[in-house]
């Protein structure tokens, strides 16, 4: 019997039937094509979550008015039937492997950066308030401001504001009512409306930014009366059978004057009343606000959100969708404890859309773990296809299909690190590996960065667990020269040799390693300065604040975490200065115990002698070239493709 039996349980929206609890949260995913069909990629990201066993796929931020009132050009839209083709095979997907799928509906209201770069008026109930940015922020390099004022610098971009007048409002109640019924015609399941996170059916419900003294403004009935018409008008295009629902905030932080639960408390009940069929309990905050994301939407850890849904659950007669970093077991004692109906996963089936499945098959060891790196939501902010720093495939899955299997190769593979286990893991699945690795256990810099990151340590153990099922051939404690390459005369050579952390100014993270497994103390003083303000040194200086250190961090770049997603980085740090980190462009006149977080050298000696030698050889991870575990996954993805080909 499965050990999770509430998560695993059949349950209902309305009238719509799900095999489980699970649905795939609404996510914007910049994958569909520039003019907002859906592209093939898109069609085999939510595929594979389908197969993976989710109940319910939420495809999300559909734009009911494209290209008008949407953030990107690649976002997907229902506003007319061209889009059909493509939403009626994304239908057909999903329901090909008995899950269910819907639409989130939106209009983005302030947040229509399409709309300014093209020099249309954005759609607003006011005239809106500005947004100043907190000073952290604007930690972000170079490359990802030019593409964040992208929309602002186009020679077609302008800023300017349309205050929503009565006939507005009556197009855009038209327009939700219109994607809806199209949605129904594409074979879409039912349709989610998003009434948060700053877009427009928010802008109205929020005091912060619907200041109208109209019937469409003023109390809470007033501020909610555009939602509630949405939805009956949705309710009308449809049928009175066809599952309708809502995302809405429970609460926007860093506001004094926006929207309290108590408020909402009141708008969900109108909306209920108006027909909605479910709940789903969100939260936003002030977009000025760098940890406003990780506060609200897209949580650092479970927090409030579980807790606010259940109040919602104990008030309303329809079902309830909650999520917020649950990991399963969490997700099951929430069902449990009856906090919601249903677990929305968003990160969690990024990382492996099997997840389902594999509870259902009790292989929770084999779920590949998100290790939170927000690349996720980052590549949005930087208006880049969405994409998993665990799964290399996430987004690609059309373009990284591996054909049926041809000839299995002979492999060798040089290095039992990060890039190692990961080529082990995918190759070892077609074709015949050999893993050679000098040291005594495998691992490399990951297997200590793990000590220093919790996440890093359940990632590393999937590995291993993976490399162990796949029946890859270890050998370790062997350093391999070139005559032993030539020696075994494989088809095809993978050096994953990892990169040089060592230097003479300071403790390398492999001599660290022994204090951060809790052994000699004495190694670092009470006060210590991280060379290099990526995760690793971010990682660091967590564990050495919590061991009771002063902390300095100096990255000369004066951007830290710049491998992650920005939601995580703003997080990460934002914490360390909460906790009394301090960052700096240079080194302090007393660093105290200097610790070297970045690579000193990328470099892979074996790579020339091994092709001179005749033997096909690639590179992959740290060794290639800086880029951490994202750009090592990538290219363990490319390359199992390209031998497949």
């Known amino acids: 019997m499965s050990g999770f039996p509430k998560l695993l349980s059949p349950g209902r929206i309305g009238s719509l039937e799900l095999r489980n609890r699970i649905l795939m949260a609404p ?28 109940g319910l796929l939420l495809v999300g931020s559909v734009a009911v008015a494209y290209p008008a009132g949407a953030f990107h050009e690649r976002q997907v839209g229902a506003s007319d039937d061209r889009f059909l083709p493509g939403l009626t095979a994304l239908a057909d997907r999903a329901h090909r492997h008995g899950a269910k799928i819907a639409p989130q509906l939106v209009h983005d209201g302030m947040t229509s950066l399409a709309d300014i770069a093209a020099g249309r008026p954005v759609l607003v109930p006011s005239p809106p308030p500005g947004i ?101 008008a949705v309710k009308a295009a449809t049928a009175p059978d066809f599952p309708v629902w809502m995302r809405v905030n429970s609460r926007e932080h860093h506001r004094d004057d926006g929207e ?183 691992g490399g810099v990951l297997a200590v960065a793990a000590t220093a990151d919790p996440l890093l340590d359940r990632y590393l153990g999937w590995l291993l667990h993976e490399v162990a099922a796949s029946g890859v051939d270890i050998r370790l404690g062997h350093a391999v020269t070139v005559a032993d390459l030539v020696a075994a005369a494989p088809d095809v050579v993978v050096l994953a040799t990892g990169a040089t952390w060592d230097g003479e100014d300071g403790l390398s993270i492999r001599q660290l390693a022994p204090w951060l497994r809790g052994e000699d103390d004495a190694l670092v003083g009470a006060h210590a300065t991280v060379m290099g303000g990526g995760k690793a040194g971010l990682s660091l200086a967590r564990v050495l604040l919590d061991r009771g250190r002063s902390v300095t961090i100096v990255e000369p770049g004066g951007v830290l975490g710049v491998e992650l997603g920005l939601p995580g980085r703003f997080r990460l740090v934002h914490d360390l200065q909460a906790d009394g980190v301090e960052i700096a462009v240079e080194a302090p006149a007393d660093p105290g115990t200097v610790i070297l977080a970045a690579p000193t050298a990328h470099e892979a000696p074996l790579a020339d002698d091994a092709r001179a030698a005749g033997l096909m050889v690639h590179t992959v991870g740290d060794c290639a070239g800086p880029g951490m575990l994202e750009a090592a996954n990538r290219a363990v993805a490319q390359l199992a493709f390209t031998l497949s080909i």
């Open 27 to 54: 996510m914007g995913d910049v994958l569909c094509n520039n003019d907002g069909t859906v592209s093939d990629n898109q069609l085999a990201y939510f595929e594979a979550r389908a197969r993976g066993g989710a």
């Open 132 to 232: 100043t940015p907190d000073a952290l922020s604007q930690m972000v390099t170079a490359d990802e401001a030019t593409a964040m004022m992208s929309p602002f610098t186009t020679p077609t971009s302008k800023v300017e504001y349309q205050i929503a007048t009565e006939d507005d409002i009556a197009w855009a109640i038209a327009r939700f009512a219109d994607a809806a019924a199209r949605a129904r015609a594409a074979g879409f399941d039912g349709v989610e409306l998003h009434a948060g996170h700053g877009y427009l059916l928010d802008n109205f419900l929020s005091p912060h930014t619907n200041r109208r003294d109209d019937g469409w403004g003023g109390d809470v009935t007033g501020r909610a009366r555009l939602l509630c018409e949405v939805v009956r």
């Open 260 to 442: 309290t639960f108590d408020d909402q408390l009141q708008v969900i009940d109108l909306a209920v009343a108006a027909g909605l069929d479910a709940v789903h309990v969100s939260a936003y905050a002030d977009p000025g606000a760098a940890t406003g994301i990780t506060d609200a939407h897209t949580p650092h850890t479970v927090g409030e959100l579980g807790d606010r849904a259940a109040a919602v659950r104990a008030r309303v007669d329809v079902p309830v969708i909650t999520f917020g970093r649950y990991e399963p077991d969490e997700a099951e004692q929430a069902l449990a404890d009856g906090k919601a109906d249903f677990v929305a996963m968003g990160r969690k089936l990024l990382a492996d859309p099997d997840l389902p499945n594999k509870l259902r098959d009790g292989r929770v060891d084999a779920i590949r773990p998100c290790i939170y790196q927000y690349r996720c939501i980052g590549n949005i902010f930087v208006r880049e296809d969405v994409a998993c720093v665990v799964n290399a495939t996430t987004g690609r899955e059309h373009d990284l299909a591996l054909p049926s299997a041809g000839q299995p190769l002979d492999v060798v593979i040089v290095g039992g690190g990060a890039a190692g286990l990961e080529a082990a893991r995918v190759l070892g699945a077609d074709h015949a590996v050999q893993l050679f690795d000098a040291a005594a256990a495998l």
